[in-house]
T-cell receptor, first 113, second 115 residues
Framework: AQSVTQLDSHVSVSEGTPVLLRCNYSSSYSPSLFWYVQHPNKGLQLLLKYTSAATLVKGINGFEAEFKKSETSFHLTKPSAHMSDAAEYFCVVTDNYGQNFVFGPGTRLSVLP | GAGVSQTPSNKVTEKGKYVELRCDPISGHTALYWYRQSLGQGPEFLIYFQGTGAADDSGLPNDRFFAVRPEGSVSTLKIQRTERGDSAVYLC?????????????FGPGTRLTVL
């Protein structure tokens, strides 16, 4: 069965500094991977996705992630944090059938002024 | 265009009661998913529809939970004899098809509170 580990439940950065949110996955095959963001009282929004094309994936709002099969990782990065980036971030892997999403527990990002 | 909508946004009920949660997917999307998100956790898969049929209901926790999608668009999640442990945010998502790699578009969720 597929699973996702998000190593940090909470990350705090200062505005203008880099962001790194870590994600490791477990899968018996080459899955599709996603990052979603959830702002308070709002729905989940797709940031970016990896589907076996380029290993470096660029998403919205300056975020990007790199798929590393040897490390089974899909870490999310952004060069410079903005106050509006404060939210909950979920790493997601597809299941064996490719349809259902398996979510990680989430990482809460705080951005300090 | 219109996104995924869910009604009601909030539902408070008493233990033992029956509730229905509704999901309106994006028009034309054949795949529809239900998830449950407990406080401080990531969403957990409940059931997946492809058209009118439930292609995978392995995430439903027990037989008190049931979902339908009779015409292949709107779906209703039904919970019988609610328990306090059912309190959570129930999320609905849709995608153009069930093909791997397709983005799922999520609704805002229904917050269910069982007293």
């Amino acid at each position: 069965a597929q699973s996702v580990t998000q190593l940090d439940s909470h990350v705090s950065v200062s505005e203008g500094t880099p962001v790194l949110l870590r994600c490791n996955y477990s899968s018996s095959y080459s899955p599709s991977l996603f990052w979603y963001v959830q702002h308070p009282n709002k729905g989940l929004q797709l940031l970016l996705k990896y589907t076996s094309a380029a290993t470096l994936v660029k998403g919205i709002n300056g975020f990007e992630a790199e798929f590393k099969k040897s490390e089974t990782s899909f870490h999310l990065t952004k060069p410079s944090a903005h106050m509006s980036d404060a939210a909950e971030y979920f790493c997601v892997v597809t299941d064996n059938y490719g349809q259902n999403f398996v979510f990680g527990p989430g990482t809460r990002l705080s951005v300090l002024p | 265009g219109a996104g995924v909508s869910q009604t009601p946004s909030n539902k408070v009920t008493e233990k033992g009661k029956y509730v229905e949660l509704r999901c309106d997917p994006i028009s034309g999307h054949t795949a529809l998913y239900w998830y449950r998100q407990s406080l401080g956790q990531g969403p957990e898969f409940l059931i997946y529809f492809q058209g009118t049929g439930a292609a995978d209901d392995s995430g439903l926790p027990n037989d008190r939970f049931f979902a339908v999608r009779p015409e292949g668009s709107v779906s209703t999640l039904k919970i019988q004899r609610t328990e306090r442990g059912d309190s959570a945010v129930y999320l609905c998502a849709s995608s153009p098809s069930g093909t791997e790699g397709n983005e799922q578009f999520f609704g805002p969720g229904t917050r269910l509170t069982v007293l």
